[in-house]
């Protein structure tokens, strides 16, 4: 059997870093060498500060880095001298990204493969020999059918190029640990001999942690396929319970007791039934987008409009969420001051991509609200960054630098506000001094908890005098404020008809 002893890994993401630093760290006798166009981010994974958080990912590269572990910014030595290559896709760390597109047919749903088409061509210029190249995350489905058109359009005696699928399912936060214990690893590959023998020599490398029985083998478009719905799946899971949140607002049930009753049935179970002001990450909303326009591409209407509701509910519990704190704040948050604790998508890391909270900030700051914002892993700069994109700030991104404050203390951000709105889980939050804050702010003082982070700490907080409001349930009793004795000037949103 064709044993695997170098890999190379193009992309320094969220995917390629920590995947690359774990194979290294449970296979001493293979060198990795993880490469990016990036040179900053590589010079990052090479210093004592990486260029991202994942709990336990610093001491697993510090146990193997420039042992058998190397960052390099010299992708085409890399590529030749592997025996895998793997395409390690980021969506904005890396060179090597499938981003949205954003122009053209399928703009906003269609994944825009420009990239992969340039690393494909890329190895296959440098490469000699045997080569197992390897897609590393998620990819439409057929990637692989285009990769493999271009190796054997541009072939040559002395290459032999195999490829195959490889998707990553670990989740930010508990990435390291998802890695070193995986429910299960899909490996996809062709049906012949040479694909099943590429498919062997892949697996033999997980098999130095991960049992046999937790390795799957499928053909190439059922492992990428299987990416894109296990993505899916999870998404809409998280749909379906916010959209029981608001009706738990409606009526007085808690959302809380709902999904515990619904996940003791096994047949549903309990995980991924948390609700909240909605996903984030860089694949929930663009991999159900991609399956949209998929179903679309294959005349598959009813099925494309099924997928696009789960984007919509999102987009509905984000801005509803928004239009509960207005209305709460007598219809207007015009100059007020709101203390937003938690910036990226969720706890544990500091990735902001997709995170609610930047969609919330942008109703706010529509509304002309003064926003201090606290998160302790994002930095500044990207939060500044991304409320400064053209669909967040619109025509004016100088309003961002008027409107948003960013600060390194939450007790800092919470003086002087009139609300305090938590949007992130970190667990930090639950220990903050609230009657410190409360004694600070101004009164009535707010508290919009979009997490229920502070559940448990409800009785506490009314003693204090503050009003709660948490997703999924009634904690305070309140008349929203109606000018001229009318309907409130801004209700929640209705969710949007389906693009497909």
């Keep these: 059997m064709f044993q695997i002893k170098k890999i190379c890994c193009i992309g320094a993401g969220y995917v390629g870093g920590p995947t690359c630093s774990v194979i290294a760290s449970m296979c001493p006798e293979i060198t990795v060498t993880v490469v990016d166009v990036n040179e900053s981010r590589i010079k990052a994974w090479n210093s004592d500060t990486l260029p991202i958080y994942e709990p336990g990912l610093n001491e697993v590269v510090l146990s193997c880095r420039g042992k058998n572990l190397f960052f390099s910014t010299d992708i085409d030595s890399a590529i030749k001298e592997a025996d895998l290559v793997f395409i390690s896709i980021s969506f904005s760390f890396a060179q090597v990204n499938t981003p949205t597109k954003t122009y053209g047919m399928g703009k906003g749903r269609a994944a825009d493969l420009k990239f992969i088409e340039a690393c494909a061509r890329r190895i296959v210029e440098v490469s000699d020999g045997y080569k197992i190249v390897t897609e590393k995350s998620t990819v439409p489905v057929r990637a692989a059918e285009s990769i493999r058109r271009i190796f054997d359009a541009n072939t040559k005696p002395s290459l032999n190029l195999q490829v195959l699928s490889n ?47 937790r390795i799957i083998t499928t053909n190439t478009w059922s492992s990428e396929l299987s990416k894109l719905a296990a993505n899916a799946f999870l998404a809409q899971r998280i749909s379906s319970i916010n959209s029981i949140s608001a009706l738990c607002e409606s009526t007085g049930a808690d959302v809380e007791e709902v999904a515990r009753a619904i996940g003791m049935d096994q047949r549903i179970g309990s995980k991924f039934l948390k609700a909240s002001v ?34 919509d509910m999102n987009e509905y519990q ?56 606290y998160d302790p892993k994002v930095l500044k700069e990207q939060i500044i960054q991304d409320l400064s994109q053209p669909s967040i700030s619109g025509d004016n991104p100088e309003r961002v630098a008027d409107l948003v404050t960013v600060t390194s203390d939450p007790y800092e951000a919470c003086e002087s506000a009139h609300a305090l709105v938590i949007c992130t889980e970190w667990d930090m939050f639950k220990d903050l001094d609230y009657e410190k804050i409360y004694h600070k702010m101004l009164k009535p003082a707010f508290i919009f908890d979009g997490r229920r982070v502070l559940d448990h700490l409800h009785p506490q907080l009314q003693n204090f005098g503050f009003q709660i409001e948490t997703i999924g349930k009634k904690v305070t009793t309140r008349i929203p404020f109606t000018p001229s004795g009318g309907v409130p000037r801004i209700s929640e949103p209705p969710i949007k008809k389906s693009k497909a």
């Excluded at 207007?332 to 969609?359: C, Q």
Aim: charged share 25%.
């Design 167 to 213: 998707p990553e399912f670990l989740a930010e936060g508990t990435a390291v640990k998802d890695l070193k214990d995986p429910d299960r690893v899909l490996i996809g590959g062709d049906e012949n001999p040479e694909g099943q023998r590429a498919i062997r020599a892949l697996s033999a490398v997980y098999e130095h942690w991960v049992p046999k029985s």
């Design 278 to 311: 909605g996903f984030g990450g860089s694949c929930f909303q663009k991999d159900v987008l991609n399956l949209v326009y998929l179903c679309e591409a294959l005349n598959l209407p009813e099925v494309a409009s099924y997928w696009q509701q789960v984007i």
């Design 318 to 373: 984000r801005k509803r969420f928004a239009c509960r704190i207005i209305d709460c704040l007598f219809n207007t948050v015009t100059g007020k001051k709101i203390a937003l604790l938690g910036f990226s998508f969720k706890k544990d890391t500091g990735d902001t991509r997709e995170s609610s909270s930047i969609y919330i900030s942008k109703y706010l700051m529509d509304e002309g609200a003064k926003l201090h914002i």
